[in-house]
T-cell receptor, first 109, second 116 residues
Framework: QKEVEQNSGPLSVPEGAIASLNCTYS??????FFWYRQYSGKSPELIMS????GDKEDGRFTAQLNKASQYVSLLIRDSQPSDSATYLC?????????FGPGTSLSVIP | GAVVSQHPSRVICKSGTSVKIECRSL??????MFWYRQFPKKSLMLMAT?????????EQGVEKDKFLINHASLTLSTLTVTSAHPEDSSFYIC????????????FGDGTRLSIL
């Protein structure tokens, strides 16, 4: 069974701090990696996608991928209360997308 | 951008009722759509892959006779929860994209199903 794991949290950070979210996956053949944000009662929305080793930055968000370690992370700089949500790591595995259990982030004003 | 529409957004019905949920790709054709179920404070669990013009592929543990999937056109997939019971109450979400599995999925807004 292909798996994606995340710390469930909750992760609490003060406003303006850096939030660091981590994800590991079991399928070495995975090619595509995504971070989604999900507010309570809503469907997920895409934050970042990353396909090659290294860092990818988009505004306050930076995704990091290390395929050798089967590890992908998301950094949120200058965290805002509006960033409070559950962050889902998703990984493609053969013919489907596997989601991690999500990390709940709370940004404290 | 690509949009996926899901309807209805909320259903409340009695036990034993069958409920149909629609998932439409509004501005692209989707040969494949995915159906997920999400329980409170849990992650998305893939239920099945809906394939246009052929049978759906169900994940292990998902009853295909309970959760009927029909993907009769390139823009519409339906999930029917047959003879629903309270344990079927959940948040059901569909997704699709127009550029293959290695590109991000576009999600519908989800359907909150409550069985009394």
């Amino acid at each position: 069974q292909k798996e994606v794991e995340q710390n469930s949290g909750p992760l609490s950070v003060p406003e303006g701090a850096i939030a660091s979210l981590n994800c590991t996956y079991s399928d070495r053949g995975s090619q595509s990696f995504f971070w989604y944000r999900q507010y309570s009662g809503k469907s997920p929305e895409l934050i970042m996608s990353i396909y090659s080793n290294g860092d990818k930055e988009d505004g306050r968000f930076t995704a990091q991928l290390n395929k050798a370690s089967q590890y992908v992370s998301l950094l949120i700089r200058d965290s805002q209360p509006s960033d409070s949500a559950t962050y889902l790591c998703a990984v493609t595995s053969y013919d489907k997308v596997i989601f991690g259990p999500g990390t709940s982030l709370s940004v404290i004003p | 951008g690509a949009v996926v529409s899901q309807h209805p957004s909320r259903v409340i019905c009695k036990s034993g009722t069958s409920v149909k949920i629609e998932c439409r790709s509004l501005d692209f054709q989707a040969t494949t759509m995915f159906w997920y179920r999400q329980f409170p404070k849990k992650s998305l669990m893939l239920m099945a892959t809906s394939n246009e013009g052929s049978k759906a592929t169900y994940e292990q543990g998902v009853e295909k006779d309970k959760f009927l999937i029909n993907h009769a056109s390139l823009t519409l997939s339906t999930l029917t929860v047959t003879s629903a019971h309270p344990e079927d109450s959940s948040f059901y979400i569909c997704s699709a994209n127009d550029r293959g599995l290695n590109q991000p999925q576009h999600f519908g807004d989800g359907t909150r199903l409550s069985i009394l």
